[in-house]
C-alpha cells in the first residue's frame, strides 16, 4: 500500500514524530481534570454531548477536533475467543487507524474524523435475497443480538492489536434478508460523502483509492461464526475513526478486508471487486488471508509488532500466526487451495 509519502512505511522520520507527538490521552486526561475543576464531574453518559462540546469549545480548538460522542452498548460478554489475550490500550485502538477516506497517517483519522456524522444513517442489505433490507443508525444496535468478541487484528502493514468488539455475526444479518440459492459472494461498500471524507476528494490524501471502499467475500466465509458487523468496541459506540457507525471484522484475514462505516451489503453469484487489489492486484489479493508463509513483495509476513502502551517502536515484535490464529474455525474453508496463489 506504499502509493503515497509516508504510507505504509516502517521507520520513516515522520512516522516517528508523530508519534512522539499525539498524546491524546493526556489531552483528555487534562480536560478531565479541567472539568472536575468547574465543578461539573466526569465526562461521561451524566454530561449530554451538547454540554461537552461547549466546554472542549473552552479549549480553543477548532469544531472537527471535538470528540465524537459514544453511547454505552448493553451486550453479552465474550467467554469462547480472546478472554486470554491482553488487550491494545483503548487509546492506541482510537488514535492509530487505517481509514484512507480521512487521510492516509494513521492519526488523521482521530485528527479529521471528529465531526463525521452517522445519524441518519442507511444500511442496505439487497441483491440475491428474499427480504431486503433498510436498516437505520437505531437498527444496528437494536435488531440483532450483541456480544463482544476479543479480536486479534492484523495489518497487512505487519503490526496488530487486539480489541474488544461489541456487535453481531455476520450469518445473524444474511439469515435475516434471507440468502437465495445461487449467491456465492457478499459484497460490501463503505459511504461514499466527499464533503465528510476529504481523502475522497483528494487523490493524494486517499491515497489513491477508487472511492467509494469495497470489499468482498465468499458465503461461506461470510457465514462464518467468526465473521463480525461491529457496531462498538470498548463497550461504547463505535468512533468514526473505527468505522462507525457498523463496520466488518474479518479477524482471520489482513485487516484491510475489515470495511469501515457500511452502507451497502449486496449478496451475488459472482466474486466482487475489492478496493486493494484494484490498486495493486500484485500485492493485495481477494482473499488476504494472514499467512507467516506468503510475504508481501516488498516486506515479510513471518512476525508482527503488537501494539501496547508505548509507540510502534517498543511494539513486541511476535510471530505470525496462519490465519492470524484461528485456523481451527476457518482453516477447512481453504481445504486443497494453493494460498500461495490465492493470497
Ligand atoms: N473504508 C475503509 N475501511 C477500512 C480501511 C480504509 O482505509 N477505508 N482501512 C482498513 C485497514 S488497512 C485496516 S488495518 C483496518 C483498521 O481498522 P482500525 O483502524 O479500526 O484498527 O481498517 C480497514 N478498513
Ligand atoms: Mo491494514
Known amino acids: 500500500m506504499l502509493r503515497v509519502r509516508n504510507a ?4 520513516g522520520k515522520v512516522w516517528n514524530e508523530r508519534e512522539a507527538n499525539v498524546t491524546p490521552q493526556a489531552v483528555f486526561n487534562d480536560r478531565r481534570s479541567i472539568v472536575k475543576a468547574l465543578g461539573l464531574g466526569a ?13 472542549f469549545d473552552l479549549f480553543g480548538e477548532p469544531k472537527s477536533k471535538q470528540p465524537f460522542v459514544t453511547q454505552p ?3 453479552s ?4 475467543f480472546g478472554q486470554h489475550e491482553v488487550l491494545t490500550p483503548e487509546a492506541k485502538v482510537i488514535t492509530h487507524n487505517n481509514f484512507y477516506e480521512f487521510g ?3 492519526t488523521d483519522p482521530f485528527e479529521n474524523a471528529q465531526g463525521f456524522k452517522v445519524d441518519p444513517w442507511v444500511l442496505k442489505v439487497e441483491g440475491l435475497v428474499d427480504r431486503p433490507l433498510t436498516l437505520d443508525l437505531d437498527d444496528l444496535t437494536k435488531l440483532f443480538a450483541l456480544e463482544e468478541r476479543i479480536y486479534r487484528l492484523r495489518c497487512v502493514e505487519a503490526w496488530s492489536m487486539v480489541i474488544p468488539w461489541v456487535g453481531f455475526p455476520l450469518a445473524d444479518l444474511l439469515r435475516k434478508a434471507g440468502v437465495r440459492a445461487g ?5 460490501f461498500e463503505t459511504l461514499f460523502d466527499p464533503e465528510q471524507m476529504p481523502g475522497q476528494k483528494n487523490r493524494l490524501m486517499g491515497g489513491g483509492i477508487h472511492y467509494p471502499y469495497v470489499e468482498g467475500l465468499r458465503l461461506d466465509e461470510a457465514t462464518n461464526e467468526l465473521a463480525l458487523l461491529a457496531v462498538g468496541l470498548y463497550g ?3 468512533r468514526p475513526q473505527n468505522g462507525a457507525p457498523i463496520r466488518l471484522v474479518v479477524p482471520w484475514k489482513y485487516g484491510f478486508k475489515s470495511i469501515k462505516s457500511i452502507v451497502g451489503i449486496r ?15 500484485h500485492e493485495y489479493g481477494f482473499y488476504a488471508n494472514v499467512n507467516p508463509k506468503v510475504d508481501h513483495p516488498r516486506w515479510s509476513q513471518a512476525t508482527e509488532r503488537r501494539i501496547g502502551e508505548g509507540g510502534i517502536f517498543s511494539a513486541k515484535r511476535i510471530d505470525t500466526q496462519p490465519f492470524n490464529g484461528y485456523g481451527e474455525q476457518v482453516a477447512h474453508l481453504y481445504q486443497g487451495m494453493d494460498l500461495k496463489r490465492y493470497y
Open 77 to 80: 460478554a465474550d467467554n469462547q
Open 8 to 11: 505504509r512505511t516502517w521507520g
Open 236 to 238: 461504547s459506540t463505535l
Open 43 to 55: 465526562i461521561g453518559a451524566s454530561i449530554p454531548g451538547y454540554v461537552q462540546a461547549g466546554l
Open 267 to 281: 449478496v451475488m453469484d459472482k466474486q466482487p471487486p475489492t478496493s486493494w487489489n484494484q490498486l495493486a492486484p
Open 104 to 106: 492516509t497517517d494513521k
Open 183 to 187: 449467491a456465492t459472494h457478499v459484497a
Open 73 to 75: 452498548l448493553s451486550f
